[in-house]
């Protein structure tokens, strides 16, 4: 029998104990040129990531599963949970983004606001509610700004005010699926496995033996719940694993290529090319053209 938690009631939540020693990690806003590149398949193990579609389009492939967000809804993407970013059309999107850390929520692990049976996206918010928390946004990367003496308390406050909102139409919002969950629980197996291994050698052969399944069986179930192959999927780890060292660190390309696990760093550039769009070094630009004024990662 599968056992889940469904989200608790709002009234068992307090800012004392859940946002008490909460913490902000960064704060973004991704223009159109940007998001209108692939984000591919990455994860992080220490944060919380929400995103707030200001303008346009994108799909999100979140724990296996694809979403649709449009203009005005909110992404919720839990600590743990492999996901990808891709523009819904060619307009691009302009997206805002914090990420938050130190969060506890009770029967939640940490750095997570939803359950595992929770859709990650939060719709039909009316205009106020809209309006309110793309405000709440604005403040935020405001303060941090302006770096006064307590610029960083003021943002952490508005955080909290936040997150109390989201809590509230998380738990408003009935917007749980036990049999979806039940359906996608070998191809999230999979997706985790293949996250936490993708730097080493993998075949489907090997994930069928450590599964101790048939692999034709996990080939198909994959596919149909994924949309796309075991071995498609890997690749695009490997990519998103690689965008974020373009992102995060000096390191050469070659040398990127080759931690991520590629063999030729050659082969990187073209398969790197083909998903997102354009090279690693015109990747590494366009990010880091945009960062220099509208991204901020700070830890307070």
């Given amino acids: 029998m599968l056992t889940v938690n469904y989200p608790p009631k709002i009234e068992n939540y307090s800012c004392c104990t859940a946002f008490s020693a909460i913490s902000l990690v960064s704060m973004g806003k991704g223009d159109i040129k940007c998001t209108r590149m692939l984000r591919a ?24 599963q694809k979403y649709y967000a449009s203009q ?10 492999p996901h990808e970013e891709i523009a819904a059309d060619n307009d691009g999107a302009v997206v805002y983004s914090c990420a938050v850390t130190n969060l506890h929520v009770d029967g939640l692990k940490a750095n997570c606001l939803i359950s595992d049976i929770q859709f990650p996206i939060i719709k039909d918010l009316s205009e106020y ?23 960083g308390e003021i943002a952490i406050h508005i955080l909290k005010a936040l997150m109390m909102n989201l809590l509230e139409l998380l738990c408003r919002q009935k917007n749980t699926d036990v049999e979806q969950f039940a359906k996608c629980k070998y191809s999230n197996n999979i997706c985790h496995y293949i996250i936490s291994h993708f730097g080493e050698q993998i075949s489907l052969e090997k994930i069928a033996r450590i599964m101790n399944l048939n692999q034709y069986y996990i080939a198909h179930i994959f596919k149909k719940n ?3 192959s075991i071995i498609e999927y890997l690749v695009r780890c490997r990519l998103g694993e ?24 050659s082969y990187f550039q073209t398969i790197f090319k083909k998903y997102i769009g354009v090279t690693p070094k015109g990747y590494r630009k366009c990010w880091t053209d945009s960062i220099n004024g509208d991204f901020i990662n700070i830890l307070m």
């Fill in 72 to 81: 005005g809804n909110v992404v919720i993407i839990n600590s743990g949970v």
């Fill in 41 to 64: 398949m990455h994860q992080h193990d220490d944060r919380l990531e929400i995103l707030f579609i200001k303008q346009g389009k994108n799909i999100y492939i979140i724990n296996g």
């Fill in 129 to 151: 509610q809209k309006q309110e928390i793309e405000n709440m946004f604005l403040m935020m990367y405001g303060h941090i700004n302006k770096n006064s003496i307590y610029s």
């Fill in 226 to 228: 994924v949309g796309s």
């Fill in 242 to 265: 690689a965008q974020s060292y373009l992102l995060q660190t000096n390191k050469t390309i070659t040398d990127i290529a080759y931690i991520v696990g590629f063999n030729s760093g």
